[in-house]
Structures are given as structure tokens and as C-alpha cells.
């Protein structure tokens, strides 16, 4: 069998299990990460080559230096796939793909996936439910936006590289005093109606433009809500067999195809909006989903979406077929929290649900499992006000966005 070479780009540490699998495929494994993670416990065993990239800021890197560096490797090595392990590298992989013709998602289709206000518009045209939007280049357009459409309205980056975060804000004076703040880094926000509802995730695996594999949850926490005013922070399968999952599963496969995704994982959001009960997509990424959400899906399902991503681009680099085994139907539950201790006492956590106590320092973290959607509620509940009582760390907001 012949060896692919792929290069997997990451600014987090992340993809064990991609890796570990690519690995035992028989592909050789280059991995290009930032130089503050170099002592992860990255899976050595699979990785053949490693090479580091210095930040500028989180996350980001010298994009001319990363192009610069992979023409060198480029010259002796015969890269046959590049992979982006996490949001942030979406972006990186495609430039890298489009500057040297390597086969996969190019700049073009990456955008629908990256750039929030690309991905609305897309979505718009497509006939797929989006808030009310508006791009903030232009003056006279945000104020008309305002008058028509009621506060509250979200200012949220285009992209999460952006340094700063997403503000709801409720008056035109803290509309225009937000936006004078962000000053030469107006034109990476997008501007949109704040709707209230329930906030649902989609993860799925696409093969040859096919989506072979779909989970639904819900939030019971919605990230925005944790990361602005901290707390705790759950999601909950949804039953397969549930009016909410086929309702998902249709808009989230008319957003894949709408966005072009022909292969690999996605993480796409929705929220149902308690005023009109109406489904609206919010946005998706072309990877895993973050905050341990594999570990949510594979307990209901008994897919590793890391994993089968992995084996859907070994079988595109091949020629090959691929099918994913028929998934498990059980609930499952997630709870991760800031804590104030580095290791959680978890003694007090123990029950027959529990799937596996999440090693994440200065954090707490439970994925459970069972048959009976009420008994998973309960778990999370429970834990919930435990955390809550005894041991949740509250970090002070971030403040005001700043150029």
C-alpha cells in the first residue's frame, strides 16, 4: 500500500485521534503547529515530521512566512493532502492548497465556512432563515439598519481571529461608541439581530458531496451565554427519531450543499427562535466541533467523528469507498465548567451514566450516556447545581473592544 503524505496544520492542540488514525492507515504524517505547543502530548507515535510556526497573536501566524516554509518542504516531500484541525486553520490550509494546486477546499469555498458575513449572505441567497444581518463598512447602511430593525442587536467578528469578542448591545449610542472602538478592525465585524431562542449544534461527516452522518443537540447553556457571563456550560443529544432532528438534519444538509462542502467533518449552529418558532442558521465551520462535542456524539453514537474523518480522507487520497458503521441510538450529555482547583474531586460525580471524567485542567468535565432522555437530563441537572454551589470560577468579562 502507498504512503500519502498529509499535512496537518494546527494553532491548538488538537486532532489525537485523526492523527493516531491517518497513522494506522499507513499515511505519513506531517504536523505544522505553533512553537508554544510544543510540549503537548501531540501522538508522537504518528507523527513523522514536525515543524513550528511563531505566533503573532493567538492563533495567528505569518502567513508569507507559513507559504515561504511549506515551499521548502515542498521541494523534497511530496504533500498528497492538507488537513485543518481546528477553526482558526481553515483559512491557512486553503491558501496553502490554492498556492501549490493541492486537491481540496480552496479560498473561495473556505470563506462560507470562516467568514461569518460570507456564510449569511450565502445563506440568504440560498433560501436558508438567517437573523436579520448587515455588513458595518458603510455608515448610512448600519443607520438604516438600526432604524428598521430593533435592538438588541449582536456586533460579532467575521471571523473568531478577530481579537475581540461578540457584544450584545441595546441603545444606538453604544452601537456607534462599539464600533468607534474597534477602528481600523470596523471592517472585520458584521452586524446582526439578536433573536432569543434555543440554540442547537449539527455535526456531520459529507463523503463524495453525501452526508453519510448526522447528530443533533442542544445547548442547555448557549456559548455565547457562557463566555459573556460565565456558568456552565451543557448540550444534550437530540433523539433521532424526534420532529427537532429531522428538522435539522434537512436545514443542515441544505446549508452543506448551499456552501458547496464536498467532503469531511462539519460543526454548524442553529437557533429556534421563541418568537416565530422558526429554524435560522447561525454558522458552521469545516471541521470538528470544539468543547469536547466529540465526546458528546460518540457517546450516543458510537462514532468518533475525528476518527471517520480521518478514514473519508484516507479513502479520498486512494480511490476508495467509504462507508460509516450504522450509529448507536442512546442520549448522551456534556458539562464542562471553569473550576477553581486544577483537578476536580469527581467522587461525588460517579454514577452508572457516566461515559468518561474529561481531563482538562482548572476545569470539570462529564459526558454521560443512557437509554431514557430524562435520566441524561437529571445527570446534567444535578451536576449542574453541584458545580454551581461548590466550585464554579467566574472570570470577569472581557471589556471593550479595542482597535
Not at 27 to 37: M, Q, R
Not at 94 to 113: C, D, K, N, S, V
Not at 259 to 274: C, V
Not at 299 to 320: C, F, H, P, Q, V
Request: glycine letters at 6%.
Amino acid at each position: 500500500m502507498e504512503e500519502k503524505t498529509i499535512v496537518c496544520i494546527s494553532c491548538y492542540y488538537k486532532g489525537y485521534d485523526f492523527m493516531d488514525e491517518m497513522k494506522k492507515l499507513g499515511n505519513k504524517i506531517i504536523l505544522v503547529t505553533s512553537e508554544n505547543l510544543k510540549e503537548k502530548n501531540w501522538p508522537w507515535h504518528a507523527i513523522d515530521e514536525v515543524f513550528y510556526m511563531p505566533e503573532l497573536k493567538p492563533s495567528v501566524w505569518n502567513l508569507d512566512h507559513l507559504i515561504q516554509g511549506f515551499s521548502h518542504l515542498m521541494q523534497t516531500r511530496k504533500v498528497n493532502a492538507v488537513v485543518a484541525l481546528d477553526d482558526y486553520d481553515v483559512e491557512k490550509a486553503a491558501l496553502i492548497r490554492e498556492t501549490f494546486r493541492i486537491p481540496g477546499m480552496g479560498q473561495t469555498t473556505h470563506r462560507y465556512f470562516r467568514d461569518k458575513l460570507a456564510m449569511r449572505q450565502k445563506a440568504k441567497d440560498s433560501g436558508i432563515n438567517v437573523p436579520e444581518f448587515t455588513a458595518v463598512f458603510n455608515n448610512d447602511e448600519v443607520n438604516q439598519f438600526i432604524e428598521n430593525i430593533p435592538a438588541p442587536w449582536v456586533l460579532k467578528p467575521r471571523s473568531e481571529a478577530s481579537a475581540s469578542g461578540i457584544k450584545k448591545l441595546a441603545t444606538k449610542e453604544q452601537l456607534w461608541e462599539a464600533l468607534d472602538a474597534l477602528g481600523e478592525e470596523r471592517h472585520l465585524f458584521l452586524l446582526e439581530s439578536f433573536k432569543p431562542g434555543d440554540v442547537y449544534h449539527v455535526d456531520s461527516l459529507t463523503f463524495n458531496k453525501e452526508i453519510v452522518f448526522t447528530s443533533a443537540s442542544k445547548y442547555l447553556a448557549p456559548p455565547m451565554q457562557v463566555s459573556h457571563e460565565g456558568g456552565v456550560f451543557r448540550s444534550k443529544t437530540l433523539g433521532r427519531y424526534s420532529d427537532e432532528f429531522k428538522s435539522l438534519e434537512q436545514v443542515n444538509a441544505k446549508v452543506l450543499s448551499s456552501f458547496g462542502l464536498l467532503n469531511g467533518a462539519t460543526h454548524t449552529e442553529f437557533i429556534r427562535s421563541k418568537e416565530d418558532g422558526k429554524w435560522y442558521f447561525l454558522e458552521t465551520s469545516s471541521r470538528v466541533g470544539g468543547a469536547h462535542i466529540p465526546d458528546l456524539v460518540e457517546a450516543s453514537s458510537n462514532i468518533n467523528i475525528w476518527r471517520e474523518w480521518a478514514k473519508i480522507e484516507d479513502a479520498l487520497l486512494r480511490g476508495k469507498n467509504y462507508e460509516v458503521a450504522k450509529p448507536t441510538g442512546y442520549y448522551s450529555g456534556l458539562i464542562v465548567a471553569l473550576i477553581k482547583d486544577k483537578e476536580p474531586d469527581y467522587n461525588e460525580f460517579e454514577c452508572d451514566e457516566v461515559v468518561k471524567f474529561l481531563p482538562i485542567d482548572y476545569h470539570v468535565g462529564i459526558v454521560y450516556k443512557s437509554n431514557d432522555s430524562t435520566v441524561v437530563q437529571e445527570r446534567l441537572d444535578s451536576a449542574a447545581e453541584k458545580i454551581q454551589a461548590d466550585m464554579l470560577n467566574i472570570l470577569p468579562p472581557k471589556g471593550k473592544p479595542t482597535s
